[in-house]
């Protein structure tokens, strides 16, 4: 094989670059690209966005190469599509891989450090401690002022939301003083007497002053300042509550005390293979599971086994040349290949109904009974199958006769002198070589049909549920579509951790079946030689 | 004698024979083709049945009409209309563009030997085998964060639900457009180096040009599968007028289906019935298209 020299390309590059011109736009782009990802990275980072950016940035890196290292001159063709999958494929996929090894889910869902801040943010009122002597007004609009005189004779004026200040008479509308350091007025405000004060029900529960230095009225005669509720403790990984002295350890992502006690938010936090761990021991999940697992095998390979064998038959009988309406039976035959499969799979869900579908309706008349295709597990998944034969015999049928074709007549005319039947050429002919040519199709349609979302979700949901199972699980959902209810419907909480942990079991299983395919029809030596 | 009328009774009983069995297989065919095409007329009948439910629907219905279709186009409700045009749209765009993408680089692929292109070429492979579906949760967080800082790739963005499709694009796509460049020669492209046109004006000029045919088809294969996308759409996009025509009759078939079924049946004609003309005008290409490629990896 001549294959094309990679110095000869680079150098034919370099022909083409000899003028300045050209060059210089070509940095002047890059440098423009450069800055924006940049100030796009500077957001990410300001927003704590770190993944993304990371992700962003490492491509960013590998268009910069791939621009300026001329060694590399192929992948400039191709670094549009590599930054897009790279992007919108690869980083979703090692996030999710990464997730599978987290706790993320429903009381998990911000980071470590934002549920620290969060909790850190709380206050108590300290029972004993330093305390300011306070005195009570009112605006006509409702609003509180306190005026507070600490042990020292220090005078602070101070309002919710508003920095404590420290005015002298005649500042932000303080009046005169009297005998104990008071102002008789405040502008805008209304002195209340003790009584008055001491009965208003709302101002022992106003905070004062800024967030860092806030307080609140502890007595009828004295106001003390707010402090921090709780300490983290870096060493102990833990909270310690200042007001009960009660220690939160770091428990799976949410602080607890030894009693069980739990400070909300919880976090994300890497759990190890816990999720995985469950998935193969929960005695709770693994009933669901089993037959989860058992009837996605199952669809997949009957729904394969069925469909291929319709499409087979009807390739072979009409295969014939010169068959009357050949064109016109096989246009008729693949119309349902040929509509968007989530059109066809709602049609199927109205003919079913119970009672008031079409085919329920005409079996009733005709044999007084028509099968619950909803309630009854055995005849949803029947339905489901018949579904998926509606929606996929056409495609086998056109690829078997297409490979039916290029069977050499040879092999017949050499089979028909040794006197071999229709059947017996079927069996040792027709069949063995079908199988090598679409052999790798039917492993893309039962991996395919292993994952087929679409089918299981439009029609029924997974329905109908199964009982007891400690997260919602239907009898015909497969695992994908059991992990969409996880992550998603969240009726009882969503587990993306637990999600992401299927999710990896699904690829490991279907990752497998496709390397067994490239060992069987040996893709991988094709890939080397040819070319 | 004897003999001739011997000849003669087994050529006629073969070609008795030969008839029965074709007269069995066209009813065959027959029974096929009620099964094949039963929901596609129960559809029409349920379009033009103006009593517009699911239980009073008859196959061929008393008096039909076209108030199901004029309800459905007319009604402020769904916006059908708006439905359809995003979904041709975003079909439309992301068949081009992802075809452009591949074909770019499985020229590369398929032409230059460089380090690292067999690994890549089966890590795109096993990539693609993934299940998209699964990592739609980080797709999902990652479209609503690019959203905080760029606003037109953010969630309810048809930008955002394209370039998504534009990243599955390499992995499905760029196997099947190696095989076809595989097969243009290699000779083509060696006699025009020789007279000093560089790798692009070869690709462009030459290669381009006689692949037109199968481009076409692998654009309209593209567009009929991102036409019929369903989950990420359903995911990114949350409103009303933002919706593709998938979308908006699945969430319109969970809420009325039962009382509303003719009107569902008329949507989904219009959305569907453009697919299959195409379909049954270029079904050899297509099928063509669809084998070729994938029998030959």
């Known amino acids: ?531 | 004698m004897s003999n001739m009328s011997t000849v003669q009774r087994l050529r006629s009983s073969a070609s008795f024979r030969y008839k029965l069995s074709v007269a069995l297989r066209l009813i065959l065919a027959i029974f096929l083709i009620i099964f094949s095409i039963f929901p596609i007329l129960w559809v029409i009948s349920a379009a033009i049945n103006p009593t517009g439910s699911l239980a009073t629907q008859k196959l061929i219905p008393s008096n039909p009409g076209l108030d199901n279709f004029r309800e459905l186009l007319t009604s402020g409700e769904f916006p059908f209309w708006t439905w359809f045009g995003n979904s041709i749209k975003i079909s439309a765009i992301t068949s081009v563009l992802s075809l452009s993408i591949t074909t770019i680089a499985a020229y590369a692929f398929s032409r230059f030997r460089f380090r690292g292109r067999k690994t890549m070429l089966k890590g795109i492979f096993l990539i693609q085998v993934f299940p998209t579906l699964l990592a739609l949760v980080a797709t999902f967080l990652m479209i609503s964060q690019f959203g905080d800082v760029i606003p037109f790739i953010g969630l309810n963005q048809h930008t955002s639900l394209i370039l998504i499709y534009l990243g599955g694009a390499m992995g499905t796509n760029i196997w099947l457009m190696k095989g076809y460049l595989d097969t243009v020669p290699r000779d083509i492209d060696e006699s025009a180096m020789v007279e000093g046109a560089n790798n692009w004006q070869i690709f462009t000029k030459l290669i381009l040009p006689l692949l037109k045919p199968i481009l076409i088809v692998i654009a309209i294969i593209n567009y009929i599968g991102t036409y019929g996308e369903f989950i990420l759409a359903r995911v990114l996009l949350k409103s009303n007028e933002k919706y593709t025509l998938m979308v908006g009759l699945q969430i319109f078939a969970g809420a009325q289906f039962d009382q509303r079924w003719g009107v569902f049946a008329a949507g989904a004609l219009i959305g569907g019935l453009p697919i299959m003309i195409i379909y049954l005008i270029l079904q050899d290409k297509i099928v063509g298209g669809l084998t070729t490629g994938a029998v030959k990896g």
């Not at chain 1, 200042?242 to 992502?253: A, F, I, P, S």
């Not at chain 1, 469909?307 to 014939?320: K, P, R, T, V």
């Not at chain 1, 039917?442 to 679409?454: A, G």
């Not at chain 1, 329905?463 to 996880?486: E, K, Q, R, W």
């Open chain 1, 1 to 531: 094989m001549t294959s094309i020299d990679p110095e000869i390309i680079t150098e034919s590059q370099g022909k083409k670059t000899d003028s300045v011109l050209p060059k210089i736009i070509r940095y002047v782009l890059l440098f423009a690209g450069n800055a924006a990802v940049g100030y796009i990275l500077s957001r990410f980072i300001n927003l704590g966005y770190y993944t993304l950016a990371i992700a962003v940035f490492i491509l960013a890196v590998f268009v910069n190469f791939v621009l300026l290292v001329k060694k590399v001159y192929p992948l400039r063709w191709m670094v549009i599509g590599l930054v897009l999958m790279g992007l919108f494929t690869i980083y979703p996929i090692i996030f999710t891989i990464w997730v599978s090894f987290t706790n993320y889910g429903e009381g998990h869902l911000i980071t470590k450090e934002q549920a620290i801040d969060q909790i850190l943010d709380r206050t108590y009122l300290p029972e004993t401690g330093k305390a300011y002597q306070w005195t009570a007004f009112k605006s006509p609009e409702g609003d509180y002022a306190l005026w507070l005189i600490d042990a020292e004779g220090n005078a602070y004026l101070a309002k919710p939301e508003e920095p404590i200040s420290q005015p002298q008479t005649g500042e932000e509308g303080v009046g005169e003083l009297d005998e104990d350091g008071i102002p008789v007025t405040i502008e805008g405000y209304q002195r209340l007497n003790v009584i008055l004060a001491v009965s208003d029900k709302n101002l022992s529960k106003i905070q004062f002053g800024e967030e860092g230095k806030t307080i609140q009225v502890r007595t009828p005669s004295e106001a003390a300042e707010l402090l921090p509720k709780y300490v983290f403790d870096s060493d102990l990984d833990a909270m310690i509550d200042q007001e009960t002295g009660v220690v939160y350890r770091n428990l799976r992502g949410v602080f607890s005390s030894s009693t069980g006690q739990e400070l909300k938010p919880g976090f994300i936090e890497t759990i190890g293979l816990s999720n995985f761990t469950r998935f193969f021991t929960s005695p709770a999940l693994r009933g669901p599971l089993i037959r989860i697992i058992t009837w996605n095998f199952a669809f997949a390979f009957l729904s394969l086994l069925i469909n291929f064998s319709l499409g087979l038959l009807i390739a072979i009988i009409f295969n014939e040349p010169g068959f009357p309406f050949k064109k016109l039976i096989r246009s008729l035959l693949i119309i349902p290949y040929t509509i968007p499969a989530l059109l066809t799979i709602l049609v199927w869900r109205g003919m079913l109904n119970p009672e008031l579908g079409i085919i329920d309706r005409l079996l009733e008349n005709w044999f007084g009974w028509a099968p619950p295709w909803f309630t009854n597990q055995w005849w949803a998944k029947a339905a489901i199958l018949l579904i998926n034969l509606w929606l996929s015999y056409p495609y086998f049928m056109l690829i078997c006769s297409g490979s039916l074709q290029s069977i050499s007549d040879d092999y017949y005319a050499a089979a028909k002198v040794d006197g071999a039947n229709g059947w017996q050429q079927f069996w040792h002919i027709t069949l063995p070589l079908l199988l090598v040519a679409v052999g790798p199709l039917l492993i893309s349609s039962f991996v395919f049909n292993f994952n087929n979302f679409n089918l299981i979700y439009i029609f029924n949901g997974g329905g109908p549920p199964m009982a007891n199972t400690p997260t919602p699980a239907g009898h015909t959902d497969i695992l994908i579509s059991y992990v969409y209810n996880l992550a998603f419907s969240g009726s009882r909480g969503i587990d993306y951790g637990f999600a992401s942990a299927i999710t990896i079991v699904i690829f490991v299983i279907v990752g497998t079946i496709t390397l067994f395919q490239f060992r069987f029809t040996g893709m991988w030596e094709e890939v080397s030689e040819n070319v």
